[in-house]
């Protein structure tokens, strides 16, 4: 169940938020953002709104079947003193993978390349990502609020200046669909690490 409103926001690939505003994801692969490194990424809040964002995003980091649709995206971006708001999300399943070849598993549920993946997983020789379940939703219409130079940095989450009301908002799959998905993601990710 998500909070009837919160003030927190992860940062995320622009072209990714699609996949999981259309249904076609429902994972996220993390590392952390630059500025997290000494203490890595950690998942400190349970719903949130996703940020999208356009730095670092490009068409080799993803498989080829959206690579036209990164056009597109990068093509709307909006003006950059102002962030779109229009998905929510609740965490439902955590895990910290520390074998590479496990993350294999989940290709097909994602629209990373590979290379993406492996690089994420070594980035500064410390091994190991969290994968992130989650349950989307989607607000009726966009708030756009005004982007500030805190919000800025290489950094995966953000507080931002007032809280969101999430009324309004249902989830971009139904329960048995979801409920599917989180059992098949659990269930290929078994053993693989440090499950929450």
């Not at 996949?19 to 400190?44: N, Y």
């Not at 980091?61 to 929510?88: G, K, T």
Request: net charge negative.
């Amino acid at each position: 169940m998500i909070s009837q409103q919160t003030n927190a926001a992860l940062k995320e690939w622009a072209v990714v938020c699609r996949a999981l505003a259309d249904g076609r994801q429902t994972l996220l692969i993390r590392k952390g953002g630059i500025e997290e490194i000494r203490d890595g990424f950690q998942v400190t809040h349970r719903d949130f709104w996703l940020f999208p964002t356009y730095v670092h995003q490009k068409a080799a980091d993803l498989v080829p079947a959206v690579r036209a649709e990164f056009e597109e995206v990068r093509a709307a971006q909006p003006p950059a003193d102002r962030v779109p708001f229009q998905l929510c999300a609740t965490v439902e399943h955590v895990a910290k993978v520390m074998d590479l070849e496990r993350l294999r598993s989940l290709e097909g549920l994602h629209i990373l390349s590979w290379d993406c993946v492996a690089s994420r997983f070594n980035y500064r020789n410390r091994p190991g990502v969290h994968v992130m379940t989650l349950r989307v939703y989607r607000r009726p219409g966009i708030v756009a609020l005004k982007n500030t130079p805190r919000y800025d940095g290489c950094v995966s989450w953000v507080e931002l200046d007032e809280a969101l009301e999430t009324e309004g908002c249902t989830p971009v799959l139904a329960d048995a669909e979801f409920d599917a998905r989180l059992a098949d993601i659990q269930a290929r990710l078994e053993g693989a690490g440090i499950s929450t």
